[in-house]
């Protein structure tokens, strides 16, 4: 980890590369994304003068980082019931639970996952961020299942630049709603922020490559002859954008069973149908793989259930 206060510095050799490349490829222990932070905040500067993380750096540029001292943690460590399906010094991995909040936002400053992980693991903080101490990915509140959390530097770091590489494996179970028309396939669209809604996000030329892959695990017929029916989908991320799995299933005009967002509110369930049922990846320190599942906590289960599945107390296999 680089020295906090002192000054590094470094004379660019070959130029072309953004500023924030160049500096993460410094062997500073610094993910890009915390080079960026740095950078925005002030503590880069190139030739002298402040600089901005695009910016391309040149031959003989000097480039000066310091790194600042932890800011002060304000989170609180509340204990609060937290189902850990892995453990050892390096990271943990826990089942989070639908309606908890992964760290504190607008409307939830406490009482969040990071909450619950300072109480279990004190010595959190320092790791990742003030905000978000040992959390390399992240689940909607709303959506249950599997997490990776770093207990760490060296663990964030790697695990960081797994998710990076696409080399995390991360599998859901859905329920969207009617009937897909092939039993497999990839949903390869752009997804930027909505332009008309910016509160939300949606398929938009130019956006960020997302890519889905999905399977049919099983057709349910509507409750009724009316009615339309569901689709219970095994789906795999291979890119990791912001609320992808249902935006993607919504561009295909079968949107998550309950998700009042991207379609709309379901009286069999007070949130979306989706949880995260499979996370796999390389341990970071000793490289071992780790594959672990959930089963469907209750609510989930019970939809199937009233549904008539043959899933309904089933994991992924």
Known sequence: MAAEGQPHQFTVAQGGQRLDQFLAAQGLELTRSQVQRLIEEGHVQLNGQPARPAQRVKPA?????????PRTLDLVPQAMPLTV??????LLVVDKPAGLAVHPGPGHPDRTLVNALLALCPDLPGVG???????VHRLDKDTSGLMVVAKTHRAHLALSAQIKDRQ???GYLALGVGHL??????VDAPIARDPHHRQRMAVVLGGREARTRYWVVERL?????????HSLLEMYLETGRTHQIRVHLAYLGHPLLGDAVYGKASPLLAR????????????PVTGQALDFRAPLPEDLQGVLEQLGSRYAAAPVA
């Open 181 to 186: 028309d092939s039993p497999q396939g990839v």
């Open 272 to 283: 979306q149908f989706l949880h995260a049922c499979h996370l796999a990846f390389q341990h």
């Open 61 to 69: 540029d000097r480039v000066t980082l310091t790194i600042p001292p």
């Open 85 to 90: 399906v892995y453990q050892d010094a390096e």
């Open 221 to 229: 017929a509507g409750r009724s002859p009316s009615a339309e029916g």
């Open 168 to 170: 995390v494996t991360k």
């Open 129 to 135: 961020g003030a905000v978000r101490p040992g959390i």
